[in-house]
């Protein structure tokens, strides 16, 4: 029998006011994505209003960069104290990737094909079939391996015996395997892709896509056998091999057009993005400042004529009104505040961290991950997160997100360790200065860093030079 009854409890826990939840808000916005969050509440708050329409410019801040420069001491602004509770965005705001429930039964399939059509790269959509397909853990990790050396045109860029080379002593793999999971790579969308050469390529897609046309055999044969003579534009050549009419080239010429010679082409479409430097970092009498861009401060204010109706009005109806707006208003003014001076903290730590970089250039670049400046600064390392995503410095080296500056690391034969940006920058300055005539293959590049104490694995060398845009030894090679 349950009995009924009333119990107290005493327990602790978080909660999230308004005004913090607006300031972490506000903190995970852009530059611009700022501008249209002030303008909005400008234009739905009465009281709120700019303080001057002439914003500054980077004269203005350059000025205001001297008058710091005999300051000895940084910025004492401290980070608010309620920045340091950790939210859940979720909590707060519904996921902008949340499909919202519609009598369509195929809002959810359209959404995921919208998504994986039309912002990945070609990288990340084959990764996502392989991790839908039915293979096994063996097989996704050869295949995850063997998409690391697919270029953006979606050809694989290094032999099929390198790469089971690679892998045949930790993974304990016969090179059929690795054929094997190639060919499956190959039926993968879009078609075409993983293929070694052009003629690969487009018999890849005439075998998937064309195969009940009644010209395909033709077209077979003219790829496997006399793609040569397409290339030279020999039609005599080919009709005289195909013993086909000039009618029948005609349609032949126009099926073999409509194969891609390029299928990766189509993930690498870029939208142009507009970057507004939320710091600007200068280096003055040997020493190096940091100021915030004027431009992006939105130096707002609480309207006076709203305030002084406040004190001498009696209508309660405009008494509350006043009062929610001007409390709005003030909470808003303080998160723009707060989000200004963590923005600054964050930007002073980061230079004084990479001190070496803003020296001496990429290379020099040390290790730094989140939790770094997190225990530095004394707030949570979602705090951290969210100032250096999509905030960006204007440094004398360029326009970098200030997530730029935090990378893994490796470990140097010394006990040291050296940063991912800076591995990447050496194999950069090592290729540069490389003879055309006999380019340094990756093994040759592992070798070299190895031999400056750097432990590197060959297939990460490979992963760093592709992802700056930079084309294997076989491709760099100049023939005198």
């Known amino acids: 029998m349950i009995k009924q009854g009333l119990n107290i409890k005493l327990g602790q826990s978080l909660s999230m006011t308004p005004q913090l939840q607006q300031a972490i ?6 530059s611009v994505e700022l501008e249209q969050e002030v303008q909005e509440i400008l234009d739905t ?22 008058k710091k420069t005999d300051d000895k001491e940084a910025p004492n602004d401290a980070i608010p104290e309620d920045l340091n509770i950790d939210a859940n965005w979720d909590d707060i705001y519904d996921p902008e990737w949340k499909v919202s429930n519609t009598d369509s039964s195929n809002s959810t399939s359209d959404y995921i094909e919208t998504m994986h059509s039309s912002s990945q790269g070609l990288h990340e959509h084959l990764l996502w079939q392989v991790d839908l397909g039915n293979l096994s853990d063996l097989d996704k990790e050869i295949a995850r391996l063997i998409i690391d050396y697919i270029d953006d045109d979606g050809y694989l860029t290094e032999p099929l015996e390198q790469i089971h080379d690679s892998l045949k002593d930790s993974l304990f793999i016969e090179f059929d395997e690795v054929e094997a ?6 039926h993968l969308s879009p078609s075409g892709v993983g293929a070694r050469s052009l003629d690969e390529c487009l018999l890849l897609q005439l075998n998937q896509n064309h195969k009940t046309h009644p010209l395909y055999k033709k077209a077979n044969r003219l790829l496997e056998k006399n793609l040569d003579l397409l290339k030279k534009r020999d039609y005599t050549g080919i009709k005289r091999a195909l ?6 080239l005609d349609e032949l010429i126009q099926l073999i057009r409509t194969l891609e010679p390029k299928p990766g082409i189509f993930f690498n479409t870029s939208t142009t993005d507009y970057i507004v430097p939320d710091v600007y970092v200068r280096k003055i009498k040997g020493q190096w400042k940091i100021a915030l861009n ?8 609480v309207n006076d004529f709203y305030v002084d109706m406040l004190n001498n009005t009696n209508q309660k109806e405009t008494t509350k009104y006043i009062k929610e707006n001007l409390q709005q208003a003030r909470w808003f003014i303080t998160s723009l505040e707060n989000r200004n001076n963590t923005i600054l903290k964050v930007a002073h730590a980061i230079v004084e961290r990479q001190f070496a970089f803003f020296q001496y250039g990429e290379e020099a670049m040390k290790p730094l991950i989140l939790s770094d400046l997190a225990t530095q600064l004394d707030v949570h390392e979602s705090t951290i997160s969210r100032v250096t995503t999509r905030k960006f410095m204007h440094t004398p080296r360029g326009v970098f997100e200030f997530k730029y500056f935090f990378s893994s690391h490796v470990n140097t034969d010394t006990g040291g360790e050296c940063s991912a940006t800076a591995i990447r920058a050496m194999i950069k300055n090592l290729i540069n200065k490389e003879d055309p005539a006999k380019p340094l293959s990756d093994n040759k590049l592992t070798n070299l860093l190895n031999q ?3 432990k590197v694995a060959r297939r990460t060398v490979a ?6 845009a930079i084309p294997s030894s076989h491709d760099r090679k100049v023939f005198a």
């Not at 001057?52 to 000025?63: C, H, L, M, R, V």
């Not at 004027?294 to 204010?301: I, V």
């Open 452 to 454: 400056q104490g750097i």
């Open 243 to 248: 013993r086909v009419t000039n009618s029948v």
């Open 25 to 30: 808000r506000l903190l995970q916005l852009s």
């Open 181 to 186: 999971v190639l060919t499956y790579i190959q």
């Open 463 to 468: 992963k760093y030079r592709e992802a700056q």
């Open 45 to 66: 708050n009465p009281l709120l209003e700019r303080q001057d329409e002439n914003s500054q410019t980077e004269e203005a801040i350059n000025e205001n960069v001297n």
């Open 294 to 301: 004027g431009r992006t401060q939105q130096e707002l204010k």
